[in-house]
């Protein structure tokens, strides 16, 4: 007779692996690995039809990540929701500084201009600029100064709260960026691709404080200035609402893709260990490509 335990994870899928394919999902399997095994590294990818929620493909999707970039959108989501409770209005200014603490002994350190993104931003220091300012630069050019800004008003342990709300159980904002102490001790932002893929999904179902809200933030997302990764092989015509992110070893993107067709779809893809980060950029772009020629044969 069958173990009963036995049965019950045969059922609920606990005795396969991480890789779930979705219709023709042995041909995108093999399409997706096929393109990442020259590539010196790990990745992670969740891919998620909005409209087939069916049609999906995981790999490796609860590995943890060092976030990098890619917590900007949770900050960005953290503040649309308090500006919905009331706390503070986008329009809002509030004071441009260059002064935070660090999480680990409130010792203060400064960004550094030549690792920002967002430079434009420190012509303004000791100036007031909106809060929706704020998070365009944060979100577009990937802005530093602005993310620390962001979360020294809404508070880091705020942002991973709002995420567990929405169902992304693993991914943790401790902190700003450049808080070298806390690097030092591994106390970094984290994320795994499904958390990603969750999020990104709540905001393309209105899920986060209002429809008007979401509408905001991902066409916020789609002026993002850095687009390598998940747009750089997919037609102009393409609506990519998505944040990046990158450290030395580790290439992130993630977001939502909008076809002209009316089809829209949420993809993350992770990357750590690389040894060549150009690689890990190209094999991105590379996995886009695949599950967009895939949604087109749908």
Avoid: W
């Amino acid at each position: 007779m069958l173990n009963m335990s036995f049965l019950v994870l045969l059922i609920t899928g606990g005795l396969y692996p991480t890789t779930t394919p979705p219709h023709d999902g042995q041909d995108i399997q093999r399409q997706i690995k096929q393109r990442i095994e020259s590539v010196e590294g790990t990745f992670a990818v969740a891919f998620r039809d909005l409209n087939d929620p069916k049609n999906a493909f995981f790999l490796n999707e609860n590995e943890s990540f060092h976030a990098a970039s890619t917590m900007k959108t949770p900050v960005m989501i953290e503040v649309f929701k308090q500006a919905g409770q009331g706390s503070f209005a986008l329009s809002d200014s509030i004071l441009v500084k260059n002064e935070f603490k660090s999480i680990v002994d409130g010792s203060t350190y400064r960004m550094n201009i030549d690792r920002d993104g967002g430079d434009r931003l420190y012509e303004y220091l000791g100036k007031k600029v909106t809060i929706r300012d704020l998070v365009f630069d944060m979100i577009t050019v990937s802005g530093n100064l602005a993310t620390n800004i962001l979360i020294d008003l809404v508070d880091a342990e705020k942002v991973t709260q709002t995420m567990r709300g929405l169902g992304a159980m693993d991914i943790q904002v401790l902190r700003g960026v450049e808080d070298m102490k806390a690097f030092e001790r591994g106390l970094n932002n984290t994320t795994t691709a499904y958390d990603l893929l969750r999020i990104y999904e709540a905001i393309a179902r209105s899920e986060i404080v209002s429809e008007n809200a979401c509408q905001e933030m991902i066409t916020i997302l789609e002026e993002q200035q850095f687009r390598s990764r998940l747009p750089a092989k997919l037609p102009g015509d393409v609506r990519v609402a998505h944040k990046g992110g990158s450290i030395s070893g580790v290439e992130h993107d993630a977001g939502l893709i909008f076809l002209p067709d009316g089809k829209a779809y949420v993809l993350v893809v992770l990357s750590k260990d690389l040894k060549n980060d150009d690689e890990g950029v190209n094999a991105i772009a590379g996995i886009s490509k695949i599950i967009y020629e895939h949604m087109q044969s749908k």
